[in-house]
C-alpha cells in the first residue's frame, strides 16, 4: 500500500464513509448516561496483548477491530467470540475514518512504533483511548498526547495493571506515614533480555546473526508497509520483526525499558514523584548497537528535592546476574528477587514486586511488628479491576478518573525514554524539561520525531510556538 497524503487520506475516507454500516451505539458525553450502557469499543491490534483489552472491556461493544496481520483476527476468538462479529480493517486510519460516529472508545494493542499515531488519530475523532504501555516511542510524542488530551477532553489511560492494584497505593500510604523517611535512593530491576535463537521457536526476544540484517519475504498475511507505520517506507522485512520480537530492535521498541521497567517502577515513580531527571547517566552496558538494545545496562537517573521529598537518585538494571544489584545491608527475606525495586529509606527499607504491588519491609521481623501494629490508615482508594474496567467506568462517568490517564503515563514515558537514551548512547545526559537535552544537543533529533513519512504525521498543529519539543 502507498503512502498517503493525510488530507486526501481523510477525504477519501470521509466518502467511503457515506456507506458504513450502523452499529448499536450511546452518545458519550450527554447527560444520563447509564452504568449499565454499553460503549462501542474498536481494537487497533486484534491479537497477542489485546487479550488483556478484550477481558478488561467484557460486556461492552467490540465493535471493530484493525490489524495489519490477517491471522490476528480469530487468534482470540476461542476466549472471546464477539471479536468474530466485529468489522475487520487492515488500516486503523480507514476503520476510525469509515465508522465514524459509530465508535466510541478505542484500544491500542500495537508495537511501541505506532502507539502515538493510533492513539492520537482516535484523540482526533473525538475518542476515548486505552494504549498499551509503553505510552509513546519518543518522547516528543509523550509530550502531545498529554497536549492531546487537555485539547479533545476525552478519558485517557495506559494499560498498566499494577497501577490499579492496592500495593502501589499502599505504598505511597507507608512513605508518606513516614514509614521509611527521606527515600534518597531507589533500584529497579529485571533479569534479561532472555535472547533465544529464532530456531527455538518464536519468542519475544530475537538477536539477528548477521548484520545487515537479510531482507526476508513478507508473508502474504501481513501488510508491512502499515506495520512500518511512521517508519521509512523503504524498511526491509526480516522474519524477526514480527510477531512478538519487535521489542528488541531500536526502531521499533524500548527493550526491557519498554517492557517492564512501566511495572516494576510504576511505584517508584508515582510515589516518589520521579518526573524531571535532572541528570540521566549509563552506569554500564553489554552488547547493543544502532539496531538492537544492550543485553544488559544499569542507568542512572539524578533527582532534584521535589517539595518536601529529598533528592533522589534512580536506579534501573536488566541483564544477567552481574548486572543486578547486591542484597543491602538490612534485607532478611534472602536473595533478592529476579525482578522489583528496593528503596532506601532514612529508617526502613522497602520493597514491591514486579508489578509494583506487595510491598513489605526490608527486614522480615520489622515487617512482622509493622503488620501487627496495623498498617497507616487507608488515603487512596481503592480500584476494582484493571485498567481497562477503570477506563471504562471513567467513560460511564462515574466520576473518576484513571490512575495511569496521560497527565501522569506521558511524564513518566518521559522519564523512562530518556533512560532509553542513555542506554544507547551512553554517557551523560544532562535534561531541562524545556530545553532538551543541554549538553548533547545532537541527541535532541531522538527526543523529536525523525524521518515521519508522510500521513503519520500527527500531532503538529498542537504546538503553537517552536521549541525543542515542536517540529519547526
Same mark, same amino acid.
Given at each position: 500500500m502507498a503512502s498517503l497524503n493525510r488530507r486526501n487520506f481523510l477525504k477519501k475516507s470521509a466518502l467511503a464513509g457515506a456507506t458504513a454500516f450502523? /452499529?448499536?451505539?450511546? &452518545?458519550?458525553?450527554?447527560?444520563?448516561? &447509564?452504568?449499565?450502557?454499553?460503549?462501542?469499543?474498536?481494537?487497533?491490534?486484534?491479537?497477542?496483548?489485546?487479550g488483556m483489552a478484550y477481558g478488561g472491556c467484557k460486556g461492552e461493544n467490540i465493535v471493530a477491530l484493525a490489524d495489519v496481520d490477517s491471522t490476528m483476527f480469530g487468534q482470540q476468538s476461542e476466549n472471546h467470540p464477539e471479536v468474530l462479529k466485529a468489522k475487520h480493517f487492515a488500516d486503523f486510519r480507514v476503520m476510525l475514518d469509515k465508522l465514524g460516529k459509530d465508535i466510541?472508545?478505542?484500544?491500542?494493542?500495537?508495537? @511501541?512504533?505506532?502507539?502515538?499515531?493510533?492513539?492520537?488519530? *482516535?484523540? !482526533?475523532?473525538?475518542?476515548?483511548?486505552?494504549?498499551?504501555?509503553?505510552?509513546?516511542?519518543?518522547?516528543?510524542? *509523550?509530550?502531545? %498526547?498529554?497536549?492531546?488530551?487537555k485539547k479533545y477532553k476525552v478519558v485517557t489511560n495506559m494499560a498498566v495493571q499494577g497501577h490499579t492494584y492496592d500495593g502501589i497505593r499502599q505504598m505511597r500510604e507507608w512513605y508518606e506515614a513516614d514509614v521509611f523517611g527521606q527515600i534518597h535512593e531507589a533500584h529497579s530491576w529485571i533479569q534479561g533480555p532472555d535472547w533465544r535463537s529464532f530456531e527455538e521457536g518464536r519468542w519475544y526476544w530475537h538477536k539477528p546473526n548477521q548484520y545487515p540484517m537479510t531482507k526476508d519475504p513478507v508473508p502474504a498475511h501481513l501488510d508491512w508497509d502499515l506495520w512500518l507505520g511512521p517508519n521509512p517506507a523503504d524498511t526491509e522485512f526480516n522474519?524477526?520483526?514480527?510477531?512478538? &520480537? +519487535?521489542?528488541?530492535?531500536?526502531?521499533?521498541?524500548?527493550?526491557?525499558?519498554?517492557?517492564?521497567?512501566?511495572?516494576?517502577?510504576?511505584?517508584?515513580? +508515582?510515589?516518589?514523584?520521579?518526573? !524531571?531527571?535532572?541528570?540521566? $547517566?549509563?552506569?554500564?552496558?553489554?552488547?547493543?548497537?544502532?539496531?538492537?538494545?544492550? @543485553?544488559? #545496562?544499569?542507568?542512572?537517573?539524578?533527582f532534584k528535592k521535589r517539595g518536601s521529598k529529598a533528592p533522589c537518585t534512580f536506579y534501573w538494571h536488566n541483564g544477567d546476574k552481574s548486572f543486578m544489584p547486591e542484597a543491602p545491608e538490612g534485607w532478611t527475606w534472602g536473595d533478592l528477587p529476579k525482578y522489583g525495586t528496593l528503596y532506601y529509606g532514612d529508617k526502613q527499607l522497602g520493597f514491591? @514486586?514486579?508489578?509494583?504491588?506487595?510491598?513489605? %519491609?526490608?527486614?522480615?521481623?520489622?515487617? =512482622?511488628?509493622?503488620?501487627?501494629?496495623?498498617?497507616? !490508615? $487507608? =488515603?487512596?482508594?481503592?480500584?476494582?479491576?484493571?485498567?481497562?474496567?477503570?477506563?471504562?467506568?471513567?467513560?460511564?462517568?462515574?466520576?473518576?478518573?484513571?490512575?495511569?490517564?496521560?497527565?501522569?503515563?506521558?511524564?513518566?514515558?518521559?522519564?523512562? /525514554?530518556?533512560?532509553? /537514551?542513555?542506554?544507547?548512547?551512553?554517557?551523560?545526559?544532562? +535534561?531541562?524539561?524545556? %530545553?532538551?537535552?543541554?549538553?548533547?544537543?545532537?541527541?535532541?533529533?531522538?527526543?523529536?520525531?525523525? #524521518?515521519?513519512?508522510?500521513?503519520? @504525521?500527527?500531532?503538529?498543529?498542537?504546538?503553537? =510556538?517552536? &521549541?525543542?519539543f515542536a517540529v519547526s
Open positions: 450502523v /452499529l448499536p451505539r450511546f &452518545s458519550i458525553g450527554k447527560a444520563g448516561i &447509564s452504568a449499565n450502557s454499553r460503549i462501542n469499543i474498536a481494537m487497533i491490534g486484534a491479537g497477542n496483548i489485546a466510541d472508545a478505542v484500544c491500542i494493542n500495537t508495537p @511501541d512504533h505506532t502507539h502515538f499515531a493510533a492513539t492520537m488519530h *482516535a484523540m !482526533e475523532m473525538g475518542k476515548h483511548v486505552c494504549t498499551q504501555k509503553p505510552l509513546t516511542h519518543n518522547i516528543w510524542q *509523550a509530550r502531545t %498526547l498529554q497536549k492531546a488530551k522474519e524477526l520483526y514480527h510477531p512478538k &520480537s +519487535w521489542r528488541g530492535f531500536n526502531a521499533f521498541g524500548n527493550g526491557l525499558f519498554g517492557d517492564w521497567m512501566p511495572h516494576i517502577a510504576d511505584a517508584p515513580v +508515582w510515589v516518589l514523584d520521579l518526573f !524531571e531527571p535532572v541528570v540521566v $547517566e549509563l552506569v554500564r552496558r553489554d552488547g547493543g548497537n544502532d539496531i538492537v538494545v544492550p @543485553d544488559g #545496562n544499569t542507568v542512572r537517573w539524578e514491591t @514486586d514486579e508489578r509494583s504491588n506487595n510491598p513489605r %519491609l526490608g527486614n522480615k521481623e520489622a515487617m =512482622k511488628e509493622f503488620k501487627a501494629a496495623g498498617y497507616p !490508615e $487507608e =488515603k487512596y482508594e481503592r480500584v476494582k479491576g484493571g485498567p481497562f474496567e477503570e477506563w471504562v467506568r471513567a467513560i460511564k462517568g462515574d466520576g473518576s478518573e484513571p490512575g495511569a490517564n496521560f497527565d501522569y503515563a506521558a511524564p513518566y514515558t518521559e522519564m523512562m /525514554l530518556i533512560g532509553v /537514551l542513555a542506554a544507547r548512547f551512553g554517557g551523560r545526559i544532562e +535534561w531541562d524539561p524545556k %530545553l532538551g537535552i543541554t549538553n548533547r544537543p545532537e541527541l535532541n533529533e531522538y527526543v523529536r520525531p525523525i #524521518n515521519v513519512r508522510e500521513g503519520w @504525521d500527527y500531532g503538529k498543529d498542537l504546538w503553537k =510556538k517552536r &521549541s525543542k
